[in-house]
């Protein structure tokens, strides 16, 4: 029955898409977030939906009337330049193979959607719709897994299997940074939403979103948590109230939290204690955050033997390229758990990939997107009508927080729900400076010229 609701569900979205093209990238924001055919279990699941998405989505967009205009900046410039190396390193790649098909799963079809984005999101209403669509797809895994986490009393982190399967929060710490993305784009939802139903839904959402975390058994969610936390309450306007609050979820956090996890969250501080005994004795080190560190070293290595164009994409994780650098040298090399995996580090994946200059244009999109959200802000500020705008941009700037403090354990480089806010960014700064007569609106404004033309051709002559 779900699969045959999904098929019938999709194929309702065509008409929809090709008489608007901002719909097809809604629903291409859908299926990558929600992977709803995996939600089924019969024949949805080996189809691909967002393939028929975004043939469609692609015809739309050629046929559609609408202006088509880029909305510039140096964010969405150096993004493209970001995607370009990544293309040059994947082909110039030791396994090309194996580089091009990591690139054609997630670089292309990410790369595509994001451009599509770009430049049909320009409009209010069409930002929100967009990120209605972000909350309740990955709403949806965090309603899931926060129910589990509390019928399973709080120890659903022994097991496996969280966001969609064979994605990339499908693993626990992947999907509990997933989750703290989301929390501060569903506290913006809560905090604008129209009807009280959708607010309800909201913040819902949100509580769910630290649920699943502390389900997750991840420390460095927890740890993200607590910083992204901290972050958020800076830009609160009641710091006494919403200070408060946060200390009763914290304490609500320490009281239901299983024995278990809290002694895996004690062995992460007390790993840091006595630093220098801890790295000269490796037995000392936890060993999952030795294996990380010992990974660290390997992606240093591989990036040391080429340092410009990397040994392409998802290199630290194949056998046939990396093993070649393991090394005796590595901290907890000794342990038969150490041998070719992930980077578990999104820099130290960026810069194994593609070298120097592809870890700098990928910190340039995130330090840039970051600053970014700033400057929306402050060109938003004291306008009642941009206040939405306002709210929207420090919310995605916690978020962009979480993931660049959350990525620090975590191979998730690729993760297109970054890369969505990231674009959501660049178009929300195109939307605000339309608003405030620093560019010229990009939808319409062909049509408001032909229209003048026509009224003064129509003016009679004096």
């Known amino acids: 029955m779900r699969d045959i609701v999904i098929l019938v569900g999709i194929l309702a979205l065509i008409p929809m898409i090709l008489r608007r093209p901002y719909i097809g990238v809604l629903a291409w924001t859908w299926i990558a977030l929600l992977n709803p055919h995996r939600e089924a279990f019969g024949f949805s699941t080996s189809l691909r939906p967002n393939l028929v998405i975004v043939l ?27 995607i370009g190396w990544t293309t040059l390193t994947a082909v110039m790649s030791p396994d090309r193979e194996a580089s091009l098909l990591f690139y054609n799963d997630f670089v292309v079809k990410m790369a595509l959607h994001m451009v599509i984005l770009l430049i049909v999101i320009n409009t209010p209403h069409r930002m929100v719709s967009l990120v209605w669509t972000y909350g309740l797809s990955l709403g949806y895994h965090a309603v899931k897994i926060g129910l589990v986490t509390v019928y399973s009393g709080f120890v659903i982190g022994r097991y496996t299997g969280f966001g969609p399967a064979d994605t990339m929060i499908d693993d626990r710490n992947h999907f509990a940074i997933a ?44 740890i993200t948590m607590v910083v992204m936390g901290f972050f958020l309450w800076t830009k609160t306007n009641s710091k006494i109230v919403s200070g408060t609050l946060m200390g009763v979820l914290a304490l609500l956090a320490v009281m239901f939290s299983p024995p278990e996890y809290k002694d895996r969250i004690a062995t992460t501080f007390a790993q840091f204690s006595e630093k220098e005994s801890a790295y000269a004795d490796d037995t000392k080190l936890d060993e999952s955050f030795c294996l990380r560190v010992a990974n660290w070293q390997l992606g240093w290595d591989m990036t040391l033997d080429s340092p410009v164009f990397g040994h392409g994409l998802r290199s630290i994780q194949n056998k046939e390229i990396a093993t070649d650098f393991l090394n005796e040298r590595h901290v907890c090399s000794d342990s038969p758990k150490y041998k070719v995996r992930a980077a578990h580090n999104i820099y130290v994946e960026v810069l194994t990939d593609s070298g120097f200059p592809g870890l700098f244009l990928f910190l340039a999109v995130l330090v840039g997107s970051w600053f970014s959200c700033g400057r929306i802000a402050r060109m938003a500020r004291g306008r009642a009508d941009l206040l939405w705008a306002h709210d929207l941009a420090l919310m995605m700037q916690v978020s ?47 049509r ?8 003064s051709a129509a003016t009679p002559a004096e």
Not at 432 to 443: D, H, K, M
């Open 400 to 446: 962009l927080t979480a993931y660049a403090i959350g990525g620090i354990l975590l191979s998730l480089a690729y993760y297109d729900g970054y890369f969505i806010i990231v674009c959501m960014i660049v178009a929300l700064r195109g939307i605000v400076r339309e608003a405030v007569g620093e560019a010229e609106p990009r939808r319409g404004a062909a």
């Open 56 to 82: 469609v989505t692609l015809i739309a967009f050629v046929i559609s009337s609408e202006r088509k205009s880029w909305p510039g900046g140096t964010v969405a410039a150096t993004f493209l330049a970001f």
């Open 179 to 222: 989750m703290l993305m989301l929390a501060p784009l569903l506290f913006f939802l809560w905090k604008h939403a129209d009807h009280r139903i959708m607010r309800t839904a909201a913040m819902i959402g949100m509580a769910m979103c630290f649920l699943a975390v502390i389900g997750s058994f991840s420390r460095g969610g927890m």
């Open 448 to 455: 408001q010229k032909k229209r003048r033309r026509h009224a």
